[in-house]
């Protein structure tokens, strides 16, 4: 008995190598590669030499490293915020049954399909100035319609911001949309009863019953948000004048444009930290704000 008690462990552990040597190759020992080289001085094509703490102490004083954080900031708080409150808003719409739900369902996730790149190609051209679709539309109602949407430092992150938004709603209020599916009906029917209003029902069954599903849309979209490089690549570059430049797009300038691999080390290792930080907060705060029924 000891002996098939041993043995079933065994067997299991045997079914976990390929995921677990997967996992060990390209996230485990690239993990700690970086962390090794952001104590070196590592150009492409030079010799590495340890140089310590040094890297991380000159990034806490260069100008750049702290705007691209703040843009990160700004790009991370604008989606996650504008995105969920549309994506929740929509899903509450849905939830009450309207006609070809299913159809809806379709459209609004297609978008988060389609490869990043194609649908910002689209997203670039309509963002030009007098000859873009939204350029058009504006001067057709009497508008300004010479408006640089992605050559502008002002408008340029909030563009960004729209087309992300509008890239990931679909899933987001997929998320929402199964939340509010295991919400019983009872409580709301007894809720109409009772003579309470929608906004009533909302606010005092809807959304604390929804809020374990809103802590992890909140975590799921701020990993995304900060993750974020493919759309700014594509639509501004990081410009202009590093309006849009995140740190994951600095590490990648860094990293493949200057080649200074040492410097975008650390610089990572610091995203990293953050990233991990700003997750653990999240679950911090969610053990008292957070209603798991019961």
Known sequence: ?????????????WYLVPSLSVFTVFWIIPLFLVIGYSFFHFIYGTHPHFVGFSQYQ????????????????????????FGSAISLLFAVLLYQGIRAVGLFRALFFLPYVMPVVATSTVWLWMYQPSVGIIDRILGLIGLPNNIGWVNEPTLALISVIIYTIWFSFGFTMLLFLAGLTNIPRELLEAA????????????????????????????????????????????????????????????????????????????????????????GLQFWVSRRSIYYGG
Do not use: C
């Not at 260069?62 to 708080?77: G, H, I, N, P």
């Open 58 to 81: 000159q990034l806490l004083t260069t100008a750049l490293f702290w705007q691209s954080l703040k843009v990160t900031f700004l790009f991370a708080l604008g989606v996650v915020v």
């Open 192 to 279: 109409q009863v009772d003579g309470a209003s929608g906004w009533h029902q909302f606010w005092h069954i809807i959304w604390p019953l929804l809020s374990p599903t809103t802590l992890f849309v909140i975590v799921i979209n701020t990993i995304n948000a900060f993750q974020t490089f493919t759309q700014i690549y594509a639509l501004t570059r990081g410009g202009p004048l590093n309006g849009t430049t995140t740190l994951t797009y600095l590490i990648y300038e860094m990293a493949f444009n200057y080649f200074h691999f040492g410097e975008a080390s650390a610089q990572a290792v610091i995203f990293f930290a953050l990233i991990l930080g700003l997750t």
């Open 1 to 13: 008995m000891n002996a098939k008690a041993s043995y079933v462990p065994r067997q299991g552990f």
